[in-house]
């Protein structure tokens, strides 16, 4: 079957386009540049890169970005006073804290010390709570990428078989909600499998559409998969390589060469859902931003 790749990249890259503009109009009518900040804990790879590639988009969209790096041994205190600050600086409009946090740092904690106003990464209970029950809210940035390329590329999600493999407060859950929720790119019927999901297989040959967040690589094979089904792949794996210059590359939860011939619609790792994480930020922040002077 011919399948077409989705290309995060380059929806990414007209997304960023069409923000820019807007700060462009708002630096013009005299608004401030919208300000994302964001808090690196420790020395963590794949953290490090992430945060590199948010800050740059700062950059390329016309916002103002601020990179607070604390050490590995940051205390909780310091970390909740971090976040304090940020709380209570008028110029911020939204920041992140990068996951994952060194073990003896309580997540849960410092990401309920967020502003929920402030909270563009969505992460926040309110904002959570919020989404759930359709009332405006930041939508937490992997799933709200993955809605977007959904509507750029037309796929109708209504009605659809959906299979979301992965329950993490971050992707699975609010992703499952989302697209069950009674609204546009809403409307399917989701079923979420996780770590005790008895034959994952047999449920997720139902999909029509079916996402996997689950972080182990090559994970879904052909036989797992529906003809003619749309493959979203949200896993990022750093696996170690010879063949690339920093020794690592991404690999994605999909076995991407076996699976794409039996697909409609495909994303590849990387390219697909990464960028467009990245991208909701930015949109996030400029919701955030909004209003301001
Ligand atoms: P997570 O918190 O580790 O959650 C993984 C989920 O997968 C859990 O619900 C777990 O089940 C389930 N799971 C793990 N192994 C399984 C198995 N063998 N069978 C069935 N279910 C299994 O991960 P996450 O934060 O959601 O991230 C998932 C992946 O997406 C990771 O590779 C991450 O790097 C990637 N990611 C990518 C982006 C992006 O922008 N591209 C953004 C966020 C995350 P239990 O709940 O039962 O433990």
Not at 138 to 150: W, Y
Not at 225 to 253: F, H, N, P, Q, Y
Request: a neutral charge; charged letters at 25%; hydrophobic letters at 40%.
């Amino acid at each position: 079957m011919a399948y077409q790749i989705i290309d995060g990249k380059k929806v990414s890259a007209e997304l960023k386009d069409e923000i820019a503009e807007i700060v462009n109009d708002r630096i013009e009518k005299g608004q401030k540049k919208p300000h994302l900040a964001a808090v690196l804990v420790g020395n963590d790879g794949a953290s490090e890169t992430y945060v590199n590639h948010k800050v740059k988009a700062c950059a390329q969209v016309g916002f103002e970005s601020t990179l607070i790096r604390l050490p590995e041994d940051t205390s909780e205190n310091e970390i909740l006073s971090a976040v304090n600050q940020l709380n209570n600086d008028s110029d911020i409009d939204g920041f992140i804290v990068q996951l994952p946090l060194p073990k003896h740092i309580n997540e849960q904690k410092i990401i309920e010390a967020i502003a929920p106003e402030k909270d563009v990464d969505g992460f926040h209970p309110i904002n959570l709570g919020k989404m759930v029950v359709g009332l405006p809210a930041f939508i937490s940035a992997t799933p709200f990428g993955i809605v977007e390329l959904l509507k750029k590329y037309n796929i109708e999600t209504q009605g659809k078989n959906v299979v979301v493999l992965g329950r993490s407060n971050i992707v699975g859950t609010p992703l499952s909600i989302l697209l069950s929720r009674k609204s546009d790119f809403g409307n399917a019927t989701v079923t979420i499998c996780h770590s005790r999901t008895q034959n994952i297989g047999e449920i997720t040959s139902k999909a029509d559409i079916l996402i996997a967040a689950l972080g182990r690589p090559e994970f879904v094979t052909a036989n797992m998969v529906k003809e003619g089904a749309v493959v979203i792949d949200v896993g990022t794996t750093r696996v170690k390589s010879d063949k690339t210059k920093s020794g690592w590359k991404l690999k994605g939860d999909v076995l991407f060469d076996e699976v794409a011939p039996k697909c409609s619609y495909i994303t590849p790792v990387p390219g697909g859902v990464g960028p467009m994480t990245i991208v909701s930020l930015l949109k996030n922040t400029l919701i955030a931003a909004s209003g301001k002077k």
